[in-house]
């Protein structure tokens, strides 16, 4: 057992990260402390007026768009943290697919240690390279599946390699892409948290941002119900699979036994929440978010089996055992916003055309 224990300064480091992002998080959904919050609100002050300058840039002309050879659709959020958007970035790929689309899903590839870049991803890229989102993504949807820090790069490599679409995974603030649609995430219960921009508040751009996206989807862990900002996505978790053996298991094969839950997400709370509403009597392990994860914290001292989000299952391909259980984590909506999305969706993809982009 030794040689699956982390070392003290490694604990003491990765507790701190968690401590701090826990602080965070009651700054911007709870509105406590009320020190730290005014501590930091010059800094948001300073950080809105970057934000809005850098805009203003790119509506001007000052800052050059680039428009590649393919429909451009950005899947991302207006928050730091978890909103739900790779699940819904994987819909919206086997989507297209299915209407006949070869897709190219772009990422920054964040987390990744490449030196070289564009990386193009497969199921078996070494996820330390390429980055835990960018590797779920290929293995789940078979998309081409490309990493960059400059997106407009990993497009234009995803369309050598054959794209009829390019998905942009949390590409919103990434302006140098020109796009024919935005889809924009949230999440249902934590909305726009305090309303600040960052550092005080959650926000990467105001609120304000989410008049000009093509459609705006809440992310609801619980019921189906209407949002005021737009369609809602409901999240669903039903399957697990084996990371080492590859074997299926309905989540509800785990009710009536210990189960600990590991979570390295933006919000691993949500996680957990969902696996107690399921039924679940879990131990939770929460790790910072895209943390890198070590067979140390996946390894417990009892037998109890371990379920962890897909997100952090890929980054335990080479050392999980048969104990460990990635969840599968599934998007779907009601008729009306399906259709609706859909015809978003379905719109940019047929548009070849290049035009002049305002937004």
């Known amino acids: 057992m030794a040689s699956t224990r982390r070392c003290n300064v490694c604990n003491s ?37 970057i934000a809005w300058l850098r805009r ?32 819904l970035v994987i819909w919206v790929t086997e989507l297209l697919q299915t209407r006949g689309y070869r897709v ?7 987390g990744g240690s490449a030196t070289r870049w564009p990386q193009v991803v497969t199921s ?25 820090p400059d997106r407009v ?21 990434h302006y140098r892409l020109a796009r024919d649609a935005e889809i924009v995430v949230m999440d249902a219960s934590r909305r726009s948290g305090n309303g600040w921009l960052l ?29 005021p900002a737009g369609l809602v996505a409901q999240h669903e978790i039903r399957q697990t699979q084996c990371i080492a053996t590859g074997e299926r298991r309905e989540l509800s094969a785990f009710i009536g036994m210990k189960v600990h839950a590991v979570a390295g997400i933006g919000n691993p709370e949500a996680f957990f929440l969902m696996l107690r509403r399921a039924g679940l009597t879990i131990e939770p392990h929460a790790l910072p978010d895209h943390a890198t994860v070590a067979l140390a914290d996946i ?36 008729a009306a916003d399906e259709a609706a999305l859909t015809a978003v969706l379905m719109k940019a993809a047929q548009s070849t055309v290049a035009r002049s982009d305002t937004r």
């Open 153 to 173: 790069e990993a497009a234009q490599r995803a369309i050598e390699l054959g794209a009829q679409v390019i998905v942009s995974d949390d590409g919103l603030q």
């Open 199 to 227: 550092p005080a508040g959650p926000l990467r751009e105001p609120t304000s941002r989410l008049r000009t996206a093509d459609a705006v989807i809440a992310t609801s862990r619980s019921e189906m119900r209407h949002d």
């Open 56 to 87: 203003a840039a790119y509506r001007s002309g000052i800052f050059k768009r680039v428009r590649v050879e393919r429909p451009v659709i950005v899947v991302g959020n207006i928050t730091v943290g978890g909103t739900g958007k790779t699940p």
């Open 104 to 110: 190219g899903v772009v990422s920054r590839g964040y």
């Open 124 to 148: 078996q890229s070494r996820v330390e390279e390429v980055g835990d989102e960018a590797a779920l993504i290929a293995g789940r949807t078979n998309a081409v599946v490309v990493t960059s």
């Open 299 to 334: 390894t417990f001292e009892d037998s109890a089996p371990v379920l962890m989000t897909e997100k952090d299952a890929v980054k335990c391909r080479a050392f999980a055992n048969d104990r460990h259980w990635a969840v599968r984590l599934d998007v779907t909506f009601a």
């Open 13 to 49: 480091t990765r507790d701190s990260s968690v401590s701090a992002d826990r602080t965070l998080q009651r700054v911007w959904y709870e509105r406590s402390p009320v020190v730290l919050f005014l501590l930091l609100t010059p800094l948001s002050v300073l950080f809105a007026l």
